[in-house]
């Protein structure tokens, strides 16, 4: 009889995440020319299959901000080959820090800065949600005049894609918010 969750070696899977730090570079490399300041730490859950490859992944926490990099950095994840687990499958988490790319960082925002553009995007936030349950978090960069440069989203597990595709299509078409100034601005918040 197996256990539902076997064991896997955390040295070996850090060894595996660690293996793939130069394509997470690539996740990152083409938006950084749209969002300078693109940087951020990211803790991936990642289910084991027996065989050692990546059942399924997302992300518990992301402060990367950009929808684009966090698909790619998970989809990076999902094609990796992870050591066998004994027992069945299992289970991984992993952080790390996707490092600064430009010689300053952006402006760190509260989320209250945002909090009324929110307000005002309700109804369409809502209707991502419909059917969600748990807490989401947003990361958002906001650009001069109050455009929004990029946004991502962390926390809506495993099925929770669309959910956070059509978050992100919200937040990024938001009008209403503040100008950081000549530089942009970073702002995390829970919806």
Known sequence: ??????????????????????????????????VEVLAGSVKFFVRIAEDGSAKWAYLEESEVGDRTVEKCLVQTVLGAQYPKPDGGEAEARYGMELPLQSTRPPNEWGAEKVSQA??????????????????????????????????????????????????????????????????????????
Do not use: N
């Not at 309700?122 to 109050?146: D, F, K, N, W």
């Not at 989203?153 to 959910?163: L, Q, T, V």
């Open 118 to 191: 929110l307000a005002k995007h309700a109804e369409a936030i809502g209707r991502c949600r419909t059917g969600a349950s748990g807490g989401l978090q947003a990361t958002m960069y906001v650009g001069p005049g109050g455009k929004v440069l990029a946004a991502g989203i962390a926390g809506a597990g495993k099925d929770g894609e669309g959910e956070a595709d059509c978050l992100v299509e919200v937040l990024e078409k938001m009008k209403g918010l503040p100008s950081p100034g000549s530089w942009p601005a970073k702002v995390h918040f829970a919806l």
């Open 1 to 34: 009889m197996k256990s539902e969750l076997g064991d896997v070696d955390p040295d070996a899977v850090r060894k595996t995440f660690r293996g793939l730090d130069d394509k997470f570079m690539e996740c990152a490399k083409g938006e950084i020319d749209r």
